[in-house]
């Protein structure tokens, strides 16, 4: 089921990430955008690298993510993949 959020490029489908927030129309979850920022990319540079968004539904992602921040790092923390799955070295040091 879709349900809208008080942000115009934000969804939730039940059928999509269990409701985990999107972008309107992929399956592309918020807190994708807020890691990429958060290593150091530009909003502006994000849909260079995701090229199925646009500038306006990057910036409503950050913005849903400033008004949601516990909620989108609680995701970002569930979906981490551990240090010793990246880099098996990582679990010998």
């Known amino acids: ?20 927030p999107i972008i309107k129309g992929t399956r592309t979850p918020v807190r994708a955008i ?9 909003p502006e540079e994000i849909p260079h690298r995701l090229p199925h968004l646009t ?9 849903y993510y400033l008004d949601c921040q516990a909620e989108i790092n609680k995701y970002i923390e569930l979906n981490r993949i551990p240090d010793e799955l990246i880099d098996p070295r990582v ?3």
């Open 1 to 20: 089921m879709l349900q809208s959020t008080e942000h115009c490029h934000i969804v939730r489908n039940d059928e999509i990430l269990s409701g985990e």
């Open 55 to 63: 500038l306006a539904q990057v910036f409503d992602a950050l913005s």
């Open 34 to 42: 807020v890691e990429m920022w958060r290593i150091g990319v530009s």
């Open 91 to 93: 679990k010998d040091q």
